[in-house]
């Protein structure tokens, strides 16, 4: 079991980010033992979090004051249209409409 990691904003702000949001388990061909971190340093030697920090939180930027607003959230996850069977149905359907056009 991996731990959580902790960001401490200061002024007694904390922030937790579990390990089922900042490690995945590695598909084929490794089993399900491989974990592997959705974060990465960048070539500046920063963190770059990305969307797996974001996941299950309200996140807002506020540029003009120079702040970060973070709270709970119960979004769903999002997952790529094309993994879908909906969206193989909507090409194809786009796919048909056009031969007809054309034809």
């Known amino acids: ?12 702000q904390c922030m937790s980010w579990p390990a089922s949001s900042y490690l995945y388990a590695k598909g084929f061909p490794f ?4 974990w592997c971190p959705s974060f990465d340093v960048s070539d500046d030697n920063t963190l ?3 969307m797996s920090w974001m996941m299950h939180r309200d996140v807002i ?4 004051l120079g ?8 979004c769903p996850e999002h997952y790529r249209a094309l ?6 149905d909507l090409k194809q359907h ?4 056009a031969h007809k056009k054309r034809h």
């Open 1 to 12: 079991k991996f731990p959580p990691i902790v960001f401490d904003f200061g002024s007694g």
């Open 31 to 34: 089993e399900q033992d491989v």
């Open 48 to 50: 770059v979090l990305g």
């Open 61 to 64: 930027f506020d540029l003009g």
């Open 67 to 74: 702040r970060l607003g973070i709270a709970a959230a119960s």
């Open 83 to 88: 993994d879908t069977d909906w969206s193989k």
């Open 94 to 97: 786009h796919r048909s409409r």
